[in-house]
C-alpha cells in the first residue's frame, strides 16, 4: 500500500514512524519543517503543497491507496484531500481542529444526491479525546474503558495494589465472575497477554473483558465497593473542557470548569447548564483550595499544555482529589506523567492513530482499540459463511492472543475452551500490538 501524508507535523511524524515499515509512505510539506524525526524513517519527502497538481503527480498520486492531511490548518488540510480526491479518486482523510468543520464535512456518504467531491474520513482528535476521557471517568478507578457489543460488552482496566485480593494469585485461581477474562496485564511497562499458571503482583495493571453486567459485579467484589462518581473539575475551558462539561452534565454528575481567559468563561457559561464556571489560573493552589477542588472524585487537567496540565494534577492530587486525568500532546510525555504521580495520562493523538489505522487496514480484521499507549490492540473479526466449526481451543494462534469475546446475533458469549465457533460469528480479540499483523494474517487464511 502507498501513503502519501501531508503535513510534516508530530501526528505525521507520528503516522509515517508507526506504517513505514509495512508500506511505502511519501511526506509532503515545506523542507523546514522536515525534523530530524522524518530524516531517520525511510520515507519519501517531497517538498511543496498538495493543491498544486505538478505536487501530487511528483508524489505518484494516481498510484497511491491513502491521502493523510494532517497539518495544523485546517483549511489547508480540506483543500488538500479535494484536490487529491478530484485528480485522483484516492480514498482521504483530513484532520482538523475546529468542531464546525467535523459537522459540516461528516456528511452521509450513502447520500446520493452528493457529488463525489468529497473526503472520505474526517478525524477530530479533541473529540476522540473527549469520548476516551468521558468512557474513563463514569466508571470509578477504571484506568481505560471501552465498549462493545453495543455496550453489553466491555473491557476495563485496574491497577492491582498489595492488600487486594487478586494480588499473589495465579489467574486460574481468581475466581472471577461469571462471564469476565483477564487478556493482559501490564508488568514494569510492559503488557503480555497471561496463562492460567501466571502468578499476579501488585502495582500490575489488569485488562479484563467480559460483558458489562459481569464487569460491573467485578469492579464491585474486588476494585470498589459500589463506589459511583459524584464530582469532577476540569482544568481547562477549550474544545476537550467543554465537550466533556456537556457530557457530564447528560449524566448528572456535578461538574466545575476552571478557565483562565474570561472571554472564554462568559462563552461557557452561555453553553452549559448546569456546571460552575471558575474564571482562575488551574495552576493557583490558592484558588484550587478555596474551590475545594481536592473534594473531586475526579480532576480533569485539559489544557493545551503539557506542564500546566502535569502541574495542576500533581496539586490537586496533594489537595485530595481521588483521581486524576491529564492530557499530554507529547507522547513522550505520558510514562514520566504516569511515573511521577498522574493517575491517568492520555493522548489525542494516539486515539486519532487507531482511526487511521482503521482506514488503512485491508484485511477484514479490524482495530476497535488500543490500551497502554499502543501496546495491546482489541481486534475484531467476522467468521465467513464457509468457517468450518470448531472450539475455541482448537484455534491455534501463532502469536499470545485470546479470543475475549464471540457475538452470535444479539447473544453476546465469554467463551471457554470447549465453546464452539460457528460460521458469521464475530469475534472480538486482544493481543499485542506487535502480535497483530500475524493474527491478521493468520484469519485472513481461514
Known amino acids: 500500500m502507498k501513503i502519501i501524508i ?9 503516522l509515517a514512524t508507526e506504517f513505514f515499515e509495512d508500506y511505502d509512505i511519501t511526506v509532503i510539506d515545506k523542507e523546514e519543517n522536515k525534523t530530524e524525526e522524518f530524516k531517520k524513517l525511510d520515507i519519501g519527502f517531497i517538498q511543496g503543497n498538495p493543491s498544486d497538481i505538478e505536487i501530487l503527480k511528483q508524489a505518484d498520486i494516481r498510484n497511491a491507496d491513502l491521502f493523510i492531511a494532517c497539518t495544523n490548518n485546517d483549511e489547508a488540510n480540506i483543500i488538500a484531500c479535494l484536490t487529491a480526491k478530484k485528480f485522483s479518486g484516492i480514498r482521504t482523510i483530513s484532520f482538523v481542529a475546529k468542531e464546525e468543520y467535523s459537522n ?21 482528535p479533541e473529540e476522540l479525546l473527549t469520548q476516551e ?19 453489553r460488552a466491555r473491557l476495563l482496566e485496574y491497577k492491582l495494589t498489595e492488600g487486594m485480593p487478586l494480588a499473589n494469585k495465579l489467574v486460574k485461581d481468581c475466581d472471577l465472575t461469571k462471564n469476565t477474562v483477564i487478556v493482559g496485564i501490564t508488568r ?23 460483558t458489562s453486567h459481569s464487569l460491573d459485579i467485578l469492579a464491585g467484589t474486588f476494585f470498589h465497593d459500589k463506589e459511583n462518581v459524584k464530582s469532577v473539575t476540569i482544568i481547562g475551558g477549550g474544545n476537550v473542557g467543554l465537550m466533556l462539561a456537556q457530557s457530564l452534565e447528560d449524566v448528572k454528575i456535578k461538574t466545575k470548569i476552571v478557565e483562565k481567559n474570561y472571554n472564554r468563561c462568559e462563552f461557557l457559561s452561555q453553553n452549559l447548564k448546569s456546571t460552575l464556571v471558575i474564571n482562575g489560573d488551574g495552576t493557583d493552589l490558592k484558588l484550587l483550595d478555596e474551590e475545594e477542588i481536592g473534594r473531586s472524585d475526579v480532576t480533569i487537567s485539559v ?18 482529589a481521588k483521581r486524576t486525568i491529564t492530557r499530554v500532546t ?11 504521580g ?19 487496514n485491508d484485511s477484514k480484521v479490524g482495530i476497535l482499540a488500543t490500551v497502554e499507549q499502543g501496546q495491546g490492540e482489541v481486534l475484531e473479526i467476522e467468521l465467513d459463511e464457509l468457517f468450518h466449526q470448531k472450539t475455541v481451543k482448537d484455534v491455534k494462534f501463532p502469536r499470545s492472543a485470546v479470543i475475549g469475546i464471540v457475538q452470535r446475533g444479539k447473544h453476546v458469549i465469554i467463551p ?11 469475534l472480538i480479540i486482544f493481543t499485542r500490538a506487535e502480535d497483530a499483523d500475524e493474527i491478521r494474517k493468520f484469519f485472513n487464511r481461514l
Open 133 to 151: 476521557i468521558f468512557r474513563i471517568v463514569t466508571v470509578a478507578q477504571a484506568l481505560d474503558v471501552e465498549y462493545f457489543a453495543n455496550g
Open 303 to 320: 489544557t493545551n499544555n503539557d506542564e500546566r496540565n502535569l502541574l495542576t494534577s500533581l496539586l490537586a492530587k496533594q489537595l485530595g
Open 104 to 124: 459540516v464535512l461528516n456528511f452521509d456518504r450513502a447520500d446520493l444526491s452528493l457529488c463525489e467531491f468529497f473526503i472520505d474520513e474526517i478525524v477530530w
Open 416 to 426: 471457554k475452551g470447549d465453546t464452539e465457533l460457528l460460521a458469521k460469528d464475530t
Open 188 to 210: 514494569n511497562g510492559e503488557l503480555f497477554v497471561p496463562r492460567g499458571d501466571t502468578k499476579l503482583l501488585a502495582e500490575d495493571k489488569l485488562i479484563f473483558m467480559g
Open 342 to 360: 498522574v493517575d491517568i495520562a492520555i493522548s489525542a493523538k494516539n486515539s486519532a492513530l487507531n482511526e487511521v489505522k482503521n482506514a488503512i
Open 6 to 14: 501531508y503535513g510534516a507535523t508530530e501526528i505525521g511524524c507520528l
Open 330 to 340: 507529547k507522547n513522550l510525555n505520558i510514562p514520566l506523567f504516569e511515573k511521577v
